[in-house]
């Protein structure tokens, strides 16, 4: 489809500021991980940094969604976030944290294998 096509990423690389960053839907490991690994290698032929988080959402297929994080330079770390929430923003959210953040990187042993080998 378009938006997990070479064009769309294209596209979205020249609307990028330098170290300007893009999140897209990235589907469900455990239903579409071949077409993730796809999606994952035509990024990295565009963008100079990409890597692949998920999070669980109970009213999507299989309970997971996932998101191709990419930016427009090489060396980027996701995982660690640039910046935490203060105690008062961090005691108005209901599911975001710092940990959870870094958690969303850490896929099962089957996906890591595929998309980090």
Not at 41 to 66: L, M, N
Not at 94 to 116: G, I
């Amino acid at each position: 489809g378009a938006l997990f096509g070479a064009e769309f990423y294209k596209m979205v690389n020249s609307a990028l500021k330098p170290g300007g960053v893009t999140c897209s839907q990235g589907e469900c490991m455990w239903l579409h991980l071949p077409l993730i690994k796809s999606m994952q290698v035509c990024c990295k032929e565009i963008f100079g940094s990409v890597d692949y988080a998920y999070t669980c959402i109970p009213t999507y297929p299989s309970g997971q969604i996932g998101f191709m994080v990419c930016g427009k330079e090489g060396g980027k770390e996701w995982a660690p976030p640039l910046r935490k929430p203060t105690p008062d923003q961090q005691a108005a959210f209901q599911y975001y944290s710092a940990e959870m953040h870094a958690a969303a990187f850490v896929l099962p042993e089957f996906a890591r294998r595929e998309l980090r080998p």
